[in-house]
C-alpha cells in the first residue's frame, strides 16, 4: 500500500486548501480511505473517512460542515476539502487506507491494523 499526500501549506483563518492522496498498491474499492492528523503534543484524531463500498462517510465533530471528503475511484485518488480553516487545524495530515476497520465509524483507527497503511503526511498551517 502506497499512499502520498500533496496540497498541504500556509493559510489565514477563514481560507481553503485541498488535499489529494495518490494511492495505489491495494484495491481500492474493497478499502475505506480517509485522512487523520496529528498536532505537537496531541494525539491522532481520525478527520474524516470513506467507504468505497457504501460511500458512506465520517467526519469528526471538530470539522464537519467544513470539511468535504471525496474520491476519483478512476483515478485512485482521495480528496480532502478544507473550508472556513481554524488555527486548531493547524497539524500534520495523514492520508490512510485500512482493509480491515473499513466500517466509516472506525474512522479514528484507519490505517493501524495489519491491513492498513499511512502516507509521510503533509503540513497544513493555518494562521490567525
Known amino acids: 500500500v502506497q499512499l502520498v499526500e500533496s496540497g498541504g501549506g500556509l493559510v489565514q483563518a477563514g481560507g481553503s486548501l485541498r488535499l489529494s492522496c495518490a494511492a495505489s498498491g491495494f484495491t481500492f474499492a474493497d478499502y475505506a480511505v480517509g485522512w487523520f492528523r496529528q498536532a505537537p503534543g496531541k494525539e491522532r484524531e481520525g478527520v474524516s473517512c470513506i467507504s468505497n463500498s457504501d460511500r458512506a462517510t465520517y467526519y469528526a465533530d471538530s470539522v464537519k460542515g467544513r470539511f468535504t471528503i471525496s474520491t476519483d475511484n478512476a483515478k485512485n485518488t482521495i480528496y480532502l476539502q478544507m473550508n472556513n480553516l481554524k488555527p486548531e487545524d493547524t497539524a500534520v495530515y495523514h492520508c490512510?487506507?485500512?482493509?480491515?476497520?473499513?466500517?466509516?465509524?472506525?474512522?479514528?483507527?484507519?490505517?493501524?491494523?495489519?491491513?492498513?497503511?499511512w502516507g509521510q503526511g503533509t503540513q497544513v498551517t493555518v494562521s490567525s
Open positions: 490512510a487506507a485500512d482493509g480491515y476497520y473499513t466500517d466509516v465509524h472506525e474512522c479514528p483507527l484507519i490505517g493501524i491494523s495489519d491491513f492498513g497503511s
